[in-house]
């Protein structure tokens, strides 16, 4: 590449850059800096704001937003009428037409009939408290949805702080069933006190509460396991439940811990993970613990309890987003002893140099994207071998536009020390992205899916979820399975239109069976009792054998 090509390449990205950049007419300082950090962190903090403050949402979709505000205000409700759906697999009883997306899902090994999903669940507009994280019970392996609600708010400073999204859910070999979610107030979330929500419930309390709203029944054992420093703000938890050594059964969370700038240019200065380990009783944890101990900007981890009793936690440092240059990604490995709270050194995974960027787009969609490692531990020939998919660009046109995105795979048989060289699961045509991995301890394979528009092949725009089988003494791929038909249109949501799908979803890999939870508009339905029923965003789970 000459010199003026360079040059010319950069001018144009720092127009966009700057299109982009503009604030709304009107908006206060706080609000520009909301912009700015809203980019960042998870979109249901994004969203929810928006709704809160419709004056600062991107142009575009102020209307929107406006009128959901005075929807939410009105107490609308939808109306009672049986939805339209092509396809079956919807696990919500929404009869209000808002959107769920960013699923999680469980299932209790001992009792596989224990279905658990969570959402972001913007039906949480309607709750008087603005509680966002949905949560959703089946009792028949998930063919259908025995009761819902909202996770209630937790105690924070004295406050009752509401829930705000970024699901995750698990169960434990018994069949308790844990939760987590951010917990931040939705009108002012970078300033105001804010931590990470994780909760405890039974199948049969979960069964028997009333449900439908953000009941304090149905989860009676919640806690903020970690809680933000003024001027901090904690967010993209993940939690994991198992036995770990001498320490008995357990319960890791882990974060990003923003330090809030509202004169940077991104809003904060230094992102860094943490982790915290519970009883499994969540009666007591221990201060958070430093992950990321010399990376200045990250975000995505992933902690897992494995089969052996050690804890394994994955993420990604960034580089060049601070520095507002060109990204890179780099995937980071720690793991602790079974039973201990002491990690050790940090192994890198892989140095990816086309990851999907932060303010980056998958070339023909809209949706807010970002690369998002995701891993799994499984014993291999006696040995815990652990592997870590995550999505990157094959071409990255401006540093900005991804195309040709492809789901990778790498694997370590000791602890990280070494890795495969990554393998690409996905095929050469479309966009592939969201990779979700679950190892089914009761059987021989792996699960692996994801989102992909392979089936547009003019447009790669229209999306299907994929579910692909892996053999885990080689890695590779011996099944594939299309989820979906027809393909969705992911823009078609009448109140998030193309922007938010979402950050993540999840498969889960029990007894030879992959139940994959995940986002899409086959279902129409009024919006909040107005207009036509039209499709729009809902949560389907899909259940297949491996």
Not at 127 to 140: A, K, V
Not at 402 to 431: D, Q
Not at 439 to 463: C, E, L, P, Y
């Amino acid at each position: 590449m000459t010199r003026g090509s360079r040059l010319a390449r950069w001018s144009v990205l720092a127009l966009l850059l700057a299109l982009i950049a503009l604030p709304a007419h009107g908006v206060d300082k706080q609000g520009k800096a909301a912009t700015r950090q809203l980019g960042r962190f998870s979109q249901s903090v994004a969203t929810r704001y928006w709704i809160a403050n419709p004056d600062q949402a991107p142009e575009a979709l102020r209307g929107r937003f406006q009128a959901a505000h005075d929807a939410a205000a009105r107490g609308a409700r939808g109306a009672l009428a049986a939805p339209g759906s092509v396809l079956g697999d919807r696990f919500n009883r929404d009869v209000t037409g808002l959107p769920q997306n960013e699923e999680s899902v469980a299932v209790c090994r001992s009792r596989p009939n224990v279905v658990l999903g969570g959402t972001n669940d913007y039906r949480g507009l309607l709750d008087p408290l603005g509680n966002l994280t949905g949560w959703h019970l089946s009792l028949n392996g998930g063919r259908s949805v025995a009761n819902e609600g909202l996770l209630p708010p937790v105690e924070i400073g004295g406050a009752d702080v509401p829930s705000g999204g970024d699901p995750v859910d698990v169960a434990s070999a018994r069949c308790r069933l844990y939760a987590g979610s951010l917990n931040y107030d939705p009108e002012d979330p970078f300033h105001r006190p804010n931590g990470i929500g994780v909760y405890r419930s039974s199948p049969a309390t979960l069964a028997a509460c009333p449900g439908g709203g953000a009941d304090p029944a149905c989860w009676p054992t919640r806690r903020a396991v970690a809680v933000a420093a003024p001027g901090h703000f904690l967010d993209k938890e993940w939690i994991h439940v198992g036995r770990s050594g001498a320490a008995g059964t357990v319960v890791w969370a882990t974060y990003t811990d923003f330090t809030i700038d509202d004169a940077a240019p991104l809003g904060f200065t230094r992102a860094e993970i943490f982790a915290v380990r519970c009883t499994a009783d969540l009666a007591s944890c221990t201060a958070p613990i430093p992950i990321s101990v010399d990376d200045q900007d990250t975000q995505f981890s992933d902690v897992t309890v494995g089969p052996d009793g050690r804890t394994y936690i994955t993420w990604v440092q960034i580089r060049g987003e601070l520095e507002q240059t060109a990204q890179t990604f780099v995937v980071k490995l720690r793991v602790a002893e079974p039973g201990s709270t002491t990690f050790g050194p940090e192994r890198v995974v892989h140095v990816e140099e086309l990851p999907i960027p932060f303010g980056g787009l998958l070339h023909a969609n809209d949706f807010r994207i970002a690369t998002y490692p995701k891993h799994e531990v499984r014993i291999v020939a006696g040995k815990p071998r652990v592997f870590v998919v995550w999505d990157a660009c094959r071409a990255r046109p401006l540093d900005t536009v991804c195309e040709e995105s492809v789901v990778k795979l790498s694997y370590s048989t000791n602890l990280g020390a070494s890795w495969s060289a990554p393998r690409r699961l996905s095929p050469a045509v479309g966009e592939h992205y969201f990779p979700t991995i679950s190892s089914d301890r009761a059987g021989g394979r792996i699960a692996v899916a994801w989102f992909t528009n392979r089936s547009d092949r003019i447009f790669h725009n229209r999306q299907d979820v994929e579910l692909v089988t892996l053999n885990p003494a080689t890695g590779a791929a011996v099944r594939s399975q299309r989820l979906t038909s027809p393909s969705n249109e992911p823009e078609a949501d009448p109140l998030l239109g193309g922007v938010f799908i979402g950050d993540y979803i999840e498969v889960f890999a029990h007894r030879g069976t992959a139940w994959v939870h995940y986002n899409a508009n086959y279902t129409r339905m009024r919006l909040l009792e107005e207009g036509f029923p039209i499709a729009q965003q809902d949560n389907y789970l899909t259940i297949r054998s491996l």
